[in-house]
Nanobody, 123 residues
């Protein structure tokens, strides 16, 4: 059974930082592309960042470029999302997702999903 276990969400003031983690269990992590998405209340799920299986290619939404960094540690089967200079509009439930080889901005391209972790940024 494949599980994506997320952690690291919480409450932070604007301008602060958080690091989200997502550990993949029950799957060969080193061949997967990993993505992060987020969904705020009343809004559609949106792409945040993705990193391909080898780590040679990363992609970011314009809204987070320069502030967020996606990284992965294949030895730990874990992907991270470092979030700096957080803004109130970054508040959402953040989800990690996995698919084979290449990253994608389309949430329905991903087969496996984490349970989500809440990020709240106060002004």
């Amino acid at each position: 059974q494949v599980q994506l276990v997320e952690s690291g969400g919480g409450l932070v003031q604007a301008g602060g930082s958080l690091r989200l983690s997502c550990t993949v269990l029950g799957r060969a992590f080193n061949t997967d592309a990993m993505g992060w998405f987020r969904q705020a209340p009343g809004k559609e799920r949106e792409f945040v960042a993705a990193r391909n299986w080898s780590g040679s290619n990363t992609d970011y939404a314009d809204s987070v470029k320069g502030r967020f960094t996606i990284s992965r540690d294949n030895a730990k089967n874990t992907v991270y999302l470092q979030m700096n200079s957080l803004k109130p509009e970054d508040s959402a439930v953040y989800y990690c997702a996995a698919r084979v080889f290449s990253g994608s901005r389309n949430w329905d391209d991903y087969r496996y999903w984490g349970q989500g972790t809440q990020v709240t940024v106060s002004s």
